[in-house]
């Protein structure tokens, strides 16, 4: 089991699991078997019973390679377009809860997931697979080439951190922030406040969520809050996150 220690945009180190080879070519498996089923439906839809096939036959040879190529296009571009759409995974990955992540904690982009797709001719299509096998378990990252390329990875969703144990919030894109003083906190500051709200929360320890809001909205330099305090200390968080974030 090869463990990738992510370092995110907060400088917040994050564990992750990566995939095994065994889950990355079930992945890889389902893919297929989507690819070769839309080939099937393609061929019967489009050239059976709009009689594509009886127009092809006047062609000359590069032209009907030319029609097929163009209706065969999703097929051929599958990995990249769903990696793009899904984040990182396509079906496959997906129903094995893998997906693709940087390496440096930064989120994949477009431009990295079309290297992956550019070296799977070289990975994943020729040689049945082989480099892609012997790059991955030869890894210290269990990266291919296209990854090594990418600077990206596959890990696994099954024993992903829960975003508790670190200062990271999940924030809606719609996310609006209350107080811009927050940056006046650091990651030290915020992950001290996340353990101490966390705790104090838990136990209903409402006295020390009071020293805690009026400690904050003392660095802050708040003269008034919304909510109550365990809702303006969320806010905080929330707020700590957008801000360091967009930074």
């Known amino acids: 089991m090869v ?15 990566a995939a095994s080879v065994g889950e990355r070519i079930l992945a890889y498996g389902i893919d297929w078997l989507i690819k070769i089923a839309y080939a099937i439906v393609t061929y019967l839809v489009i050239f059976k ?3 594509i096939d009886s127009v092809l036959n006047g062609m000359d040879d590069w032209s009907r390679i030319a029609v097929m190529l163009l209706f ?13 759409i899904l984040d990182g995974q396509t079906p ?10 940087k390496i440096d904690g930064y989120q994949a982009s477009l431009a990295d997931f079309v290297m992956r797709w550019f070296f799977r001719i070289i990975d994943v299509n020729t040689n049945m697979g082989i480099v892609a096998l012997v790059s ?30 670190t ?20 990651d030290n500051d915020m992950r001290i406040i996340k353990d ?13 969520l009071i020293k805690l809001r009026t400690k904050i909205m003392s660095v802050m330099d708040i003269k008034e809050k919304q909510g109550s305090d365990m809702e303006f200390i969320d806010t905080v968080l929330k707020d700590y996150n957008y801000y360091t974030q967009n930074m």
Do not use: W
């Open 3 to 17: 463990e990738l220690q992510i370092n995110t945009t907060q400088n917040v180190k994050i564990i992750f699991t």
């Open 49 to 51: 019973v709009f009689g």
């Open 72 to 84: 065969y296009l999703p097929a051929i571009f599958y990995t990249l377009i769903f990696e793009a």
């Open 92 to 101: 496959g990955k997906r129903v094995l809860k893998i997906k693709v992540v």
């Open 136 to 165: 991955i378990i030869s890894s210290s990252k269990s990266q291919r080439l296209g990854d090594m390329g990418a600077g990206t990875s596959v890990i696994t969703l099954r024993n992903k951190i829960n975003m508790s144990h």
């Open 167 to 186: 200062i990271l919030e999940d924030l809606e894109s719609t996310y609006v922030p209350t107080y811009p003083s927050v940056i006046n906190l650091s």
């Open 196 to 208: 101490t709200f966390i705790v104090a929360k838990k136990s209903k320890d409402y006295e020390t």
